[in-house]
């Protein structure tokens, strides 16, 4: 028997920075999703999912994606592709898998991520492939944002495959860094109102991706050594819708850079963190225009409950919420079941995919 195993994450610092190239922050946490299989010689793919009560079948002789659809077996055909465009003399043997998953789904803690990047870590481990981390995620990358042609980064893929915090520069390659798990706690809010992938990073991400370039065009500068004075001096050359978005973005980038700063040190300061934790959640409500008035309830409420700080998780308008606390955080927790009456889970910064051949 075959076992992999890949973990959800949550975006500490940095949203919808990772698609600028620009520096985040993701937490791997332990949420997980689990692959278990079998050979079988039927020289088909059978993959049953536990928690969505579905069964596919994939041939595995796959050329090409089978749906148009970006259902379950759509992510399964992705990351076979992704894996014979890399190695086209590789033979996928019949499986009989089982997918199980604790990470709610269109929740912002990437569990579509989290599939592929199991997936493949399956399959690499079966066909002895021995890629690196960074390969499975590059891997997943390809089958979610050129096979799927979803519009996202590679901070999700990244973060799930190293696992632990991350500092990224989402360049092409990445540049990573590992930040030690400073002694806080981390409460995750799920807000039962599902986000729309597609939508967010359909009309939201090229909305601030046209305010980048008319800023950069009139700036004559990259945005990477851009300033909020900068961009205050041009503000009467680009529209206002622009000069909001463009505020949002740097202010992120900004206190991204601070919490890093922060994180790196031996005993950071926790109410700090949190205060930037609320400023980002203020920016993407202010200024990128992807919070909803639920997001914006539940942290400010966790906050007159104790919560150090709070913002959204994942790409906004709809998912979770992610809290900041110290180690009292089960009234928090309690108060959020019982009187918001959403789920809450106290999680923990966790390692990324692994693979077990049993």
């Known amino acids: 028997m075959y076992f992999s195993s890949a973990p959800a994450r949550v975006c500490l610092y940095g949203e919808h920075q990772d698609y600028l190239e620009l520096k985040v ?14 050979i079988n010689i039927n020289k088909q793919i059978n ?10 079948t994939i ?5 090409k994606l089978k749906t148009i659809n970006l259902d379950f077996q759509a992510f399964l055909e992705s990351g076979i592709l992704a894996i014979k465009r890399k190695f086209p003399s590789v033979e996928i043997p019949g499986i009989t898998a089982e997918v199980q998953s604790d990470i709610p789904i ?25 890629q690196s981390k960074e390969e ?8 979610e944002h050129n096979l799927l042609q979803i519009p996202c980064g590679r901070m999700d893929q990244y973060s799930s495959s190293f696992g632990s915090i991350i500092s990224m520069i989402c360049t092409e390659p990445p540049i990573l860094r590992t930040i030690q798990k400073p002694n ?25 991706r046209n305010a980048v370039k008319q800023f950069e065009d009139e700036a004559k500068s990259s945005l990477k050594d851009v300033s909020l004075e900068r961009v205050e001096r041009i503000k009467d050359r680009i529209s206002s819708h622009n000069y909001k978005i463009m505020k949002g973005v740097i202010s992120i980038q900004k206190d991204t850079e601070k919490a890093e ?32 008035p639920i997001l914006d309830k539940i942290v400010e409420l966790s906050i007159e409950k104790g919560a150090l700080g709070g913002k959204l998780t994942g790409a906004g308008l709809g998912g979770s919420v992610v809290l900041l606390t110290n180690d009292g955080n089960l009234n928090l927790k309690r108060f959020i079941q019982d009187e918001l009456n959403l789920p809450a889970w106290t999680v923990k910064v966790d390692k990324g995919v692994f693979f077990e051949e049993k």
Request: glycine fraction near 4%.
């Open 25 to 38: 922050i993701p937490a791997a946490i332990n949420l997980r999703l689990d692959i278990s299989s079998t």
């Open 47 to 56: 993959v049953n999912s536990l928690d969505l009560n579905l069964e596919t």
């Open 59 to 63: 041939s595995t002789r796959i050329e």
């Open 106 to 130: 269109a929740s912002g803690l990437s569990s579509s991520a989290a599939l592929l990047v199991c997936w493949i870590k399956h399959l690499d481990g079966i066909l002895k492939l021995n």
């Open 136 to 143: 499975i995620a590059e891997l997943a990358y390809d089958a």
């Open 184 to 208: 806080f706690e981390l409460v995750v809010v799920d807000s039962q109102t599902p986000k729309l992938t597609s939508h967010v990073h359909g009309k939201k991400v090229q909305e601030i």
């Open 261 to 292: 700063k922060e994180l790196m040190r031996n005993n950071p300061n926790l109410v700090y963190l949190g205060e930037l934790l609320t400023s980002q959640q203020k920016s993407l409500r202010e200024h990128i225009g992807v919070s909803l």
